[in-house]
C-alpha cells in the first residue's frame, strides 16, 4: 500500500518536476474565487499569523484567486488586498484588516508622488517598557529613525503601504505596513537566537529553532571585513569548531587547511565543501568572491552531515550564494587598495658574522680557521663586495607589493523573474618578483516563476584565475640555504653572479597558471497542487574546470663568475625549456529531490527524499622540449631533440540516496531522523554501498511553565545527536581493491634505448572499505537578559574505526611490495566548543557586539599498526595522532666534568653541546631514550574572540584568534647554523660559548660528525601557540542626510581593514602558523587595505 | 524496501536525465592488470625492465631526502672524502650512528623490493608462450636476482665460522602478507651457494654479449659476478674457474682507460647500469653527477659544484711510479714536483694542482681561484676526475654516464687473487695483472717476476686498488680483507699546498682523524626492521 502511494508520488514527480522551501513565514497558495475568510484560515495554518477582522469590514471584500509559491506573508496579503476596500496592518503576527483610504490612482502615482506620510508610534517590549534605541527603516529605502527615551519615534514615510521594520537587538524584527494608521503602537518581542531565522542545512533549510543538530554560521558581514583573498582565511576564530591553519602565503595558492572539529584520522580530514548544494573543490570555496555569498553554515554533527554519507565524515562547510528578490535593481560597488609586507621575516647572518661564527664552529671542531682576519675584515668593511660580497637575500624580494579588489553587484527582479549578478577583480602581487595572482569571478542567478506553482532556478558561475611566478619553484628554499659569502647581489659592475638574485629575475622566463572554471546549476521546483506541502525539485549540475600550467625558461641575463684577478668570465646560459601541461575535469550532478512539509495544528513535519549521483572524468595531457634557439614560447618552435610528452585520463561515479524527517511540537520537541545511502566506486563490487543513519532532538526548556519564572533565563535550548557517517576520501589511491601493475621508471638499454618499466603495485585489498565515524553531540543553546547574552555550548565524541592503514609497521621490508590498505586504525577524538556573546546598546548612538568562542578537539589513537616490540614510550596507540618522539633535552652541558659524569650520549660531546635525557637509566642515550615530546602540528585548543562597536557613523570590528596545544619541528635551515652548506640566522649567535652558559641554542658546529644536535628532540620541537589580531576594521558610513541630497546613492561606506596585524608567538623568525620546518616555505602576508563600498 | 526506494528514485533520474547504469563500475585507466602483464611477452619485459630499472647504484642513491647518500662508497674509505658536509658519510667516517638512524638505511628495503619483482617475475615468467622471450626474460630474472643478493650480503651479510646465522634472509618466491614474514638470517654460505644457483641457471639461460641489447644480462656477465661472490666467500678455486670462464671470451682491456666509462657499451664493459639524458639522469637530478662531483670553483646559474668525492694523500701514495716501483724507492719521484712520472693512471682520476680540468688549470692552493674558502672545498687537495664528463660546462647537461658494475679489468683482477690463494703464484697470474698494467693508455712495466705469494698479494691488492678507484669496490675490499680496522682508525692524509713565488710547496698533513669499530665490518639491519622481524638478529656488536 505505501509502496503503490510512493510510486504514485513518483509518477507526479516525473509529470510535474518541483519543490516547495515553504518554511517559516513563507507560504504558498494556490486557490481559485474563495473568500478572503479561507485564504485567511490557509495562511494562518502555514505560518501561525492570526488575523484581527470584524465580519462586516470583511463582507465588503470581493473573492480573490492566489497563486504563489513560497513567498513571503507580505506578498500573499498584497494579492489579496489587491483592488480591495480594505488594507492590512502586521502587528506582531497579527494581521489587523482596516478600512482603505482613497488611494489614489496608479498613474497619478507615477506622474505626481503621493505627499509623504507622518508617522508616530511607540515601542515597547512585552512588558509594556519603552524601548530606547530602537531603529525604525522604511523598508526598501535608507530612511531611518531611532526611538527616543520613552520609546516613541516620528518617521515621514513616502507612500501609504510603506512597510515600516523595526528592529532592535535582542527582538524579533518587526514590520508594518503604514495603510491608512498613521500611529502605532509596537510591541517588541524578545528574540533571544533570532529564532526563526532560517538556517542553510544540507539539502533545505530550517528554523534555527527547528535545528536539533550542530551548526554554526559565519556572518557575510565578518567575511567582508577580512581582506585576505582566499576565504579560508577568513573562517578562522569567527566560529566554533573550526581548525584552520594558514601554511603560506603565495598569491593564489595560500589557502589554509581546515578541520571541522579537529583531526580524527590519518586519512583526509578535510570537510567537504557544498555550494548551492552541489558537493565542489574547496577551492571552489577558496576562491569565491566573498560579495557572491548568501550564507556559510557548518555542519559538524552527524545529525546535521548524515545527509552527506560517506563523504560527511569530517563535518561539511555549505555555503549558498545570493538570490535576486523582487524590487528595483540594487547595484554596490566595492573598491579596495592595499599593501602587503610579510608578517615574519627570517633574519641571516651577515657575511662577516657567518664567517665569524664559521671560524667559531672550526675551532670548535678542533680545526683551522677557514677565514682569516683579513678575510674577516673585508666581509666586515665591504671594500670589496665583488670579492667579498655580504648579500641579503632578502632585500631581493619585493617590499610592499600592493593588492586590489573591485566588486560590482546588482540585484532586483520583478514578480516573474529574480535575479543577482556580480562580478569582480581581484589583483594580487607577491613578494617574489613577478609574482602575481589575478582573479576575476562572475555569477548570475536567476529564480524565474514558470507558472504559479514551479520555479526554475538557473545559476551561472566562473571563475578564471592566472598566478604569474619566476621558473624557479624552490625560491625560498635556495634563500634559506645560500650563505651571504657564495654570491653577490649583484656585481658592482651590474653583472650577475647567479644564486637567488639571479634566480629571481623574470626576464629569464616565467611559471604560469590558468584556471578556469564554470559552474552551472538548473533547478526547477515544482509544487505539487493537490497535495498540500509536497513539492518535487530536479537538479542538474555541471561543473567544468581546464588548468594549464605553462612554464618558460629561456635564460637572456647572463651570469658571470668573477676570477681571482678581478676579471669577469661570462658563464654559459642554462638550458632554455618549454613545458606545458593542460589538465581538464568535469563533473555532473543529477538530483531528484522530494519535499514534503506540513502543520497538523502545533505539530509541524518536514520530509526530505532525494538521489543523488555524480560522474567525473578528468584529462591530463603535457608537452615538453627544450634547447630552445629563438625566444618563442610556443612548443612547435623549440628543437624536436629531446621532446617529451605525457599524459592519463580517469572517471568516477558515486550515487546516494538521502531521507530525512523532522518532526516539532509546539516550538518545544523536535525530533529528527535522516539517512543516506550512499554507492562509492572505490570499493569492490557488492562493497560499494554503505548507510548512514542518524536521529537527533532538542527540547526548548525554557519553554515550560516552570521555567518561565526564572527571569533573566530568556531562552534554553537542549539538543543531542547521534549517527554514523562515513569518509571515503583515501587520498589519491583509487582502485585499491584490484591489483595493479602500474608503468613507474624507465630502464636504458643498447644505444641510449629508454624503455618503459611496470612495476607491481601496493597489494590489493578486496575487502577494502570506507572509514566509519560514530559521533555523538551534546549541546545547549541559552539566552539570558533579553537577549543580551548568548551561549552555545557542545560536547562531542567522535569515534572513528576502519581507518585505512598499511601494517608498515608491523610487516618487515622483506614482503618487498607495498602493503595494502587496510581498514584497521581507530581513533577517538573528542572535545567541547563554547561560544559566548554579548551585545548592547549603550545609547542611541553606541553599540556594541563581543563575542568569544573556543574549540578543544583531542583524539587519541585506539588501534594503530605498530610493531609489538616496540618501546612502550613509543606506542602510537592511546596518544593523539601526530604525536612527536624524541629525545628529551635537559639543557646544555656546561662543564667537561657534567659531559663525563653524564650518561653516555650521542657523539663526542664537549660543554655546550645538547644534554639529553637518560630515560631508562641504563647509562646510556640510545634509542630506547627517545619519548613522546610534543604534539601534533595541527592544534588542539583554537579560540576567537570578535568585537564590534558602533559610534554613530563608525564601526569598528576585530578579530583576535589564537592556537594553542601545538608543536611545530624547527630543522636544518630553519633553525640551525651551516646545515648542508647553508648561511646562519641572527638567533644562532645566541649559541654557547664559556661566555654565553644561558644560550638558547648549543656550540655551534659543521659536521654531523660528533654532533648530537641534529637528533629529533624537544631541543628543536616548538612551542607554536599564538595570538593573532587577525582582522582589524574601522568604517565610516556617510551620514543618512548627505546621502539624501545625491537621491541616487544610498549607502556609502570608507574602511580601512588590515589582515595578520599582529602576532604573539614564541616563534622566532617564521610566522607560528607557517608549514615547513626548514624555511622553505612561502611567507604569510599581512594586508594593509582600504576601501569604499557605495550603493545605488 | 530500501531497494525499492533505490530503485524508484534512480529510475526517475535515469528517465529525467538518461544516466548510466553502470555509474559505479568505472575501471583504472592508467594500470594494468595481472593477467595483461603476464600474457604480453612485452608487457613481461617491462616488468623485467623494473628490476634493471631499480637497481641501485653508484650514480643513483639518493637517499634520506636530504641528498645524503649523494657520495661515492670510496668516499668513506681511506682513498677518499666526501666534501659535502651535510652527507652521512660523516657518520660512516666516525662510525657515530644507531641502527634507528644508519645512513643508507633505505638499501635494505629497496633490495628486498626488487628481491619481489624478482620472485614475481620467476613465478610469472612461465605463462609466456613465447619460449625465446620465456628463456631470456628468466635468465635475466635469475642473473638480477643473483645480483640484488650479491650486494645484500656484501652489505649486511658476513662471512663466520659460528653458530650464529651471519647471511641475510633468503626469500626465493613472492610472498603475501599472511605468510610466516618472521624471517632470520641464513648462513652466509647458504646465501652464497643460493647466488651461485641463480648464475648458474642465469648463465644457461642467457645469450653472449652481442646477442642481446647491452644493458642486460649475459652469460659473460653472469660468470664474471660468480667469480666476485666466490672471491668475497673466499672459495678461491671455484672463483678462479669462474673468471676463467669470462677470460677470452670477447671482453678485451678497453685502449684508454680515462674514457672507459665515457665511452658507452664498449667492449671492457660487462655489466653496467645505463642512463640516457634526459628520461634517466644521475640520482634522477638535473645535472647529476658531474654538478655534484664538481670543485665549488666551477658555477653555475643557481649554484656551484658541491665538491663532491675527493681522493686522498693515501690513495695518490698508492700509485706506482712510471718505472713500477713505489714512490719510496723510486729515483723518478721528487717530492717539489709529486705529480710527476706517476702511473698514468693517476692523470686520469685525480685532479691535482696544476692540472687541467674542464679547459681550466688548477689553482688549488689558498689565494689561487679553486680555493673558495667554502666548506665544500676539498680539504685533501685533490679532486676527482674519473667518471667525468668534462666536455659540458656544469649545469648545461644532466649527466648520464653508464654506471659500470663489471668490467673486464675487474675479472682479471677476481682471477690474479682468487688464482694466487688458491695455488700460489703461477703464470696466469702474471698474464692477468700484466693485461692491465698494458693497457695502451696505461702502459705500466710488468710485475717483477718471482714474487712469493705474499707478495703478490699485495700487488694484486694494490693493483686493484688503483684499477678500480671509487669504482666501489676498496668500500668492500678492506672489509673483506679484514684490513679496515688497521686502516681507519686514525688519520688520514691530505696534501697542503701553498705558493711561494712561481714554486709551490708541498706538505702531507693529516686533514681527519677516521674511527673504525670492528662492528663496522658489517652493516646494521636498519632498528624499524629489526622490531618487525626480532627473528633476524643484529650481528658484529650492532
Known amino acids: ?927 630506547n631514550d627517545r619519548v613522546p615530546i610534543g604534539k601534533a602540528n595541527t592544534p588542539e585548543i583554537v579560540y576567537g574572540f570578535n568585537g564590534g562597536l558602533n559610534f554613530k557613523n563608525f564601526e569598528l570590528s576585530f578579530l583576535l584568534q589564537g592556537a594553542t596545544n601545538v608543536n611545530q619541528w624547527y630543522r636544518g635551515e630553519g633553525i640551525w647554523p651551516f646545515f648542508v652548506g647553508a648561511g646562519a640566522l641572527k638567533t644562532n649567535l645566541d649559541r654557547w660559548t664559556p661566555s654565553n652558559p644561558n644560550a638558547s641554542e648549543p656550540r655551534v658546529l659543521i659536521s654531523i660528525d660528533n654532533m648530537n644536535h641534529h637528533d629529533l628532540s624537544s631541543f628543536w620541537l616548538k612551542n607554536s601557540s599564538y595570538l593573532k589580531l587577525r582582522n582589524v576594521e574601522l568604517a565610516f558610513n556617510l551620514p543618512k542626510a548627505l546621502l539624501e541630497k545625491t537621491k541616487a546613492i544610498q549607502g556609502l561606506r570608507f574602511y580601512v581593514n588590515c589582515n595578520n596585524v599582529y602576532t604573539w608567538t614564541k616563534i622566532k623568525n617564521f610566522d607560528p602558523e607557517n608549514g615547513s620546518d626548514r624555511g622553505w616555505a612561502y611567507p604569510q602576508l599581512r594586508i594593509f587595505n582600504t576601501g569604499f563600498n557605495i550603493q545605488f | 524496501m530500501k531497494k525499492i526506494l533505490y530503485s524508484i528514485l534512480s529510475a526517475t533520474c535515469i528517465f529525467l536525465f538518461g544516466c548510466e547504469k553502470n555509474l559505479l563500475d568505472q575501471v583504472p585507466k592508467d594500470a594494468l592488470s595481472e593477467v595483461v602483464v603476464w600474457s604480453d611477452p612485452q608487457a613481461a619485459k617491462q616488468f623485467v625492465n623494473g628490476i634493471y630499472g631499480a637497481m641501485p647504484s653508484g650514480f643513483d642513491r639518493n637517499y634520506q631526502g636530504w641528498g645524503k647518500g649523494l657520495y661515492l662508497l670510496d668516499g668513506v674509505t681511506d682513498d677518499g672524502d666526501v666534501c659535502m658536509p651535510w652527507t652521512s658519510a660523516n657518520q660512516l667516517q666516525s662510525a657515530n650512528f644507531l641502527p634507528s638512524s644508519s645512513p643508507w638505511a633505505e638499501l635494505w628495503t629497496d633490495y628486498y623490493r626488487l628481491v619481489r619483482q624478482a620472485n614475481v617475475a620467476l613465478v610469472n615468467l612461465d605463462k609466456l608462450t613465447d619460449e625465446a622471450m620465456k628463456k631470456t626474460l628468466t635468465g635475466e630474472t635469475y642473473f638480477l636476482r643473483a645480483f640484488v643478493y650479491h650486494d645484500l650480503l656484501r652489505w649486511y651479510g658476513m662471512k663466520s665460522t659460528g653458530s650464529e646465522p651471519t647471511g641475510v634472509p633468503l626469500i626465493d618466491k613472492p610472498l603475501s602478507p599472511d605468510d610466516n614474514l618472521q624471517i632470520p638470517r641464513s648462513t652466509y654460505d647458504q646465501v652464497v651457494d643460493f647466488i651461485i644457483s641463480d648464475l648458474t641457471k642465469a648463465a644457461e639461460l642467457l645469450p653472449e654479449k652481442g646477442q642481446i641489447e647491452a644493458g642486460r644480462a649475459t652469460k659473460g656477465a653472469a660468470y664474471a659476478l660468480q667469480s666476485r661472490v666466490l672471491l668475497y666467500a673466499e672459495r678461491w678455486q671455484q672463483a678462479a674457474e669462474a673468471a676463467k670462464k669470462v677470460i677470452n671470451t670477447g671482453y678485451s682491456l678497453f685502449p684508454d682507460y680515462r674514457t672507459i666509462f665515457l665511452t658507452k657499451n664498449n667492449d671492457e664493459i660487462i655489466y653496467a647500469k645505463k642512463f640516457q639524458d634526459p628520461d634517466k639522469v644521475h640520482f634522477g637530478l638535473n645535472n647529476g653527477f658531474d654538478v655534484i662531483n664538481s670543485p665549488r670553483s666551477f658555477k653555475g646559474a643557481n649554484d656551484a659544484g658541491w665538491g663532491g668525492n675527493v681522493p686522498t694523500q693515501n690513495f695518490v701514495e698508492s700509485y706506482e711510479m712510471t718505472d713500477g716501483k713505489p714512490r719510496n724507492t723510486s729515483p723518478l719521484f721528487d717530492p717539489t714536483k709529486p705529480f710527476d712520472n706517476l702511473d698514468p693512471r693517476f692523470y686520469s682520476t685525480v685532479i691535482y694542482n696544476g692540472s687541467t680540468f674542464r679547459g681550466h688549470v688548477m689553482q688549488m692552493y689558498p689565494g689561487g681561484a679553486d680555493v673558495t674558502t667554502q666548506p665544500e672545498d676539498s680539504k685533501t687537495g685533490y679532486n676527482l676526475r674519473k667518471f667525468h664528463d668534462e666536455r659540458y660546462t656544469i649545469y648545461t647537461k644532466s649527466s648520464d654516464q653508464d654506471w659500470v658494475y663489471i668490467r673486464y679489468a675487474e675479472v682479471l683482477l677476481n682471477y690474479a687473487e682468487a688464482q694466487n690463494e688458491a695455488a700460489g703464484p703461477d703464470a696466469s697470474i702474471y698474464d692477468a695483472i700484466n693485461a692491465i698494467r698494458k693497457r695502451s693508455s696505461t702502459n705500466m712495466p710488468d710485475l717483477p717476476a718471482g714474487l712469493s705469494k705474499d707478495e703478490l698479494r699485495n700487488r694484486i691488492r694494490n693493483e686493484r686498488r688503483v684499477e678500480l678507484a671509487f669504482e666501489e669496490h676498496r668500500f668492500f675490499d678492506i672489509r673483506r680483507w679484514r684490513i679496515a680496522e688497521s686502516l681507519l682508525n686514525g688519520p688520514l692524509y691530505g696534501l697542503k699546498i701553498e705558493k711561494i713565488g712561481n714554486n709551490f710547496s708541498y706538505t702531507r698533513y693529516p686533514f681527519e682523524t677516521r674511527s673504525f669499530p670492528f662492528k663496522m665490518y658489517v652493516f646494521p639491519i636498519p632498528q624499524s626492521e629489526i622490531d618487525k622481524n626480532p627473528a633476524a638478529k643484529q650481528i658484529a656488536g650492532w
Not at chain 1, 503604514?178 to 517588541?188: A, D
Not at chain 1, 573528542?830 to 559566548?836: A, F, P
Open chain 1, 1 to 927: 500500500m505505501l509502496m503503490m502511494k510512493l510510486t504514485a508520488i513518483f509518477l507526479l514527480a516525473l509529470c510535474l518536476n518541483v519543490s516547495a522551501k515553504g518554511f517559516s513565514q513563507n507560504i504558498s497558495l494556490s486557490m481559485e474565487n474563495v473568500s478572503l475568510e479561507k485564504v485567511f484560515k490557509e495562511i494562518k495554518r502555514q505560518t501561525g499569523y492570526t488575523f484581527a477582522y470584524t465580519k462586516s469590514l470583511l463582507q465588503k471584500a470581493k473573492q480573490v484567486t492566489i497563486n504563489i509559491s513560497n513567498a513571503p506573508i507580505e506578498k500573499a496579503l498584497d494579492v489579496c488586498f489587491h483592488d480591495q476596500p480594505i488594507a492590512y496592518t502586521i502587528i506582531n503576527k497579527t494581521v489587523v484588516i482596516v478600512n482603505k483610504k482613497e488611494a489614489p490612482a496608479e498613474k497619478e502615482q507615477v506622474s505626481t508622488p503621493p505627499p509623504p506620510i507622518d508617522v508616530s508610534g511607540k515601542v515597547t517590549n512585552q512588558k509594556g517598557e519603552p524601548l530606547n534605541g530602537a531603529s525604525i527603516t522604511e523598508k526598501g529605502t535608507s530612511n531611518t529613525t531611532v526611538t527616543k527615551e520613552d520609546g516613541t519615534f516620528t518617521i515621514t514615510v513616502s507612500r501609504p503601504n510603506a512597510v515600516l521594520v523595526i528592529t532592535f537587538i535582542g527582538y524579533e524584527k518587526s514590520e508594518i505596513t503604514v495603510g491608512s494608521q498613521t500611529e502605532f503602537s509596537i510591541v517588541m518581542k524578545t528574540s533571544p537566537l533570532a529564532m526563526n531565522e532560517v538556517v542553510v542545512i544540507g539539502y533545505g533549510n530550517q528554523r534555527s529553532r527547528d535545528v536539533s543538530g550542530s551548526v554554526s554560521t559565519v556572518s557575510t558581514k565578518q567575511i567582508a571585513s577580512n581582506p585576505a583573498p582566499n576565504l579560508t582565511n577568513s573562517l578562522m576564530g569567527r566560529t566554533a569548531g573550526i581548525i584552520a591553519t594558514q601554511r603560506a602565503g603565495e598569491p593564489g595558492n595560500d589557502a589554509s587547511n581546515i578541520f571541522i572539529r579537529g583531526v580524527g584520522t590519518t586519512g583526509d580530514a578535510s570537510p567537504v565543501f557544498v555550494i548551492d548544494g552541489i558537493v565542489r573543490y574547496s577551492s571552489d570555496f577558496a576562491q569565491l568572491n566573498p560579495n557572491e555569498i548568501q550564507s556559510v553554515s557548518i555542519l559538524k554533527d552527524a545529525a546535521s552531515a548524515a545527509v552527506f554519507g560517506v563523504r560527511g565524515g569530517n563535518g561539511v562547510i555549505l555555503i549558498t550564494t545570493k538570490r535576486g528578490s523582487a524590487g528595483k535593481m540594487q547595484i554596490t560597488y566595492n573598491a579596495n587598495f592595499g599593501i602587503q609586507t610579510r608578517t615574519r621575516t627570517i633574519e641571516f647572518l651577515n657575511s662577516y658574522d657567518y664567517a665569524t661564527l664559521y671560524n667559531e664552529a672550526l675551532a670548535n671542531e678542533g680545526k683551522a680557521p677557514l677565514y682569516s682576519q683579513a678575510d674577516l675584515q673585508k666581509y666586515k668593511d665591504q671594500s670589496d663586495p665583488d670579492a667579498y660580497p655580504s648579500s641579503d637575500w632578502n632585500s631581493i624580494m619585493n617590499k610592499n607589493p600592493m593588492i586590489t579588489q573591485h566588486d560590482l553587484s546588482a540585484s532586483g527582479g520583478s514578480d516573474k523573474i529574480r535575479y543577482a549578478t556580480s562580478f569582480s577583480y581581484l589583483n594580487q602581487d607577491g613578494i617574489v618578483p613577478s609574482n602575481n595572482f589575478k582573479r576575476y569571478n562572475f555569477r548570475s542567478n536567476i529564480d524565474a516563476d514558470v507558472t504559479r506553482s514551479t520555479v526554475l532556478s538557473f545559476d551561472l558561475a566562473g571563475r578564471s584565475e592566472a598566478t604569474n611566478n619566476i621558473v624557479p619553484t624552490n625560491i625560498w628554499q635556495l634563500i634559506a640555504s645560500t650563505t651571504p659569502t657564495k654570491f653577490p647581489v649583484r656585481f658592482s659592475n651590474g653583472f650577475y653572479a647567479g644564486g637567488p638574485s639571479y634566480n629571481v629575475l623574470p626576464d629569464n622566463g616565467y611559471r604560469k597558471k590558468k584556471t578556469g572554471a564554470f559552474r552551472g546549476r538548473l533547478q526547477l521546483v515544482q509544487r505539487i497542487p493537490f497535495i498540500e506541502g509536497l513539492s518535487v525539485k530536479a537538479v542538474g549540475s555541471f561543473d567544468k574546470t581546464l588548468i594549464d600550467s605553462k612554464t618558460w625558461s629561456y635564460p637572456v641575463i647572463p651570469f658571470y663568475t668573477r676570477l681571482p684577478d678581478g676579471t669577469f668570465r661570462k658563464e654559459p646560459l642554462p638550458k632554455s625549456s618549454l613545458s606545458q601541461d593542460h589538465f581538464d575535469d568535469q563533473s555532473i550532478t543529477l538530483e531528484t529531490h522530494i519535499n514534503y512539509e506540513k502543520r497538523f495544528g502545533s505539530n509541524r513535519i518536514t520530509g526530505l527524499l532525494l538521489y543523488t549521483q555524480t560522474k567525473q572524468v578528468w584529462n591530463d595531457l603535457n608537452g615538453y622540449r627544450e634547447g630552445y634557439a629563438i625566444n618563442i614560447d610556443e612548443i612547435n618552435f623549440g628543437p624536436s631533440a629531446n621532446r617529451n610528452n605525457g599524459g592519463y585520463s580517469g572517471a568516477s561515479g558515486r550515487r546516494g540516496v538521502v531521507g530525512r524527517i523532522n518532526f516539532s511540537h509546539s516550538d518545544k520537541y523536535t525530533l529528527e531522523t535522516s539517512f543516506r545511502a550512499d554507492g562509492s566506486e572505490q570499493f569492490a563490487k557488492g562493497k560499494r554501498w554503505g548507510f548512514f543513519p542518524s536521529v537527533s532532538g532538542s527540547y526548548v526548556i525554557s519553554q515550560e511553565s516552570f521555567m518561565k519564572n526564572i527571569t533573566f533565563l530568556n531562552f534554553l535550548k537542549l539538543r543531542t545527536s547521534y549517527g554514523i557517517l562515513g569518509n571515503d576520501r583515501i587520498g589519491a589511491a583509487r582502485f585499491l581493491y584490484l591489483q595493479s601493475y602500474n608503468p613507474s621508471g624507465s630502464a636504458v638499454f643498447g644505444n641510449g634505448d629508454v624503455q618503459q618499466a611496470i612495476v607491481e603495485g601496493s597489494l590489493a585489498n578486496p575487502d577494502v572499505t570506507w572509514e566509519t565515524v560514530k559521533k555523538l553531540d551534546v549541546g545547549f543553546d541559552a539566552s539570558f537578559f533579553s537577549g543580551k547574552l548568548t551561549t552555545t555550548f557542545d560536547y562531542f565524541y567522535d569515534k572513528r574505526s576502519d581507518i585505512l592503514g598499511r601494517r608498515n609497521a608491523s610487516v618487515p621490508a622483506l614482503l618487498g611490495v607495498g602493503l595494502p590498505v587496510e581498514n584497521f586504525t581507530k581513533v577517538d577524538n573528542r572535545g567541547i566548543e563554547l561560544t559566548i556573546g554579548h551585545q548592547n546598546a549603550v545609547s542611541k548612538n553606541l553599540r556594541y557586539t563581543i563575542s568569544g568562542n573556543v574549540t578543544y578537539a583531542r583524539n587519541k589513537v585506539v588501534f594503530i599498526d605498530e610493531p609489538a616490540t616496540t618501546n612502550p614510550n613509543l606506542m602510537r596507540t592511546g596518544r593523539p595522532l601526530g604525536t612527536e618522539f624524541g629525545f628529551q633535552a635537559i639543557g646544555l652541558f656546561q662543564t667537561q666534568d657534567e659531559v663525563d659524569k653524564a650518561p653516555t650520549q650521542i657523539g663526542n660531546n664537549r660543554p655546550g653541546d645538547i644534554r639529553y635525557k637518560d630515560v631508562n637509566n641504563d647509562g646510556k642515550i640510545d634509542d
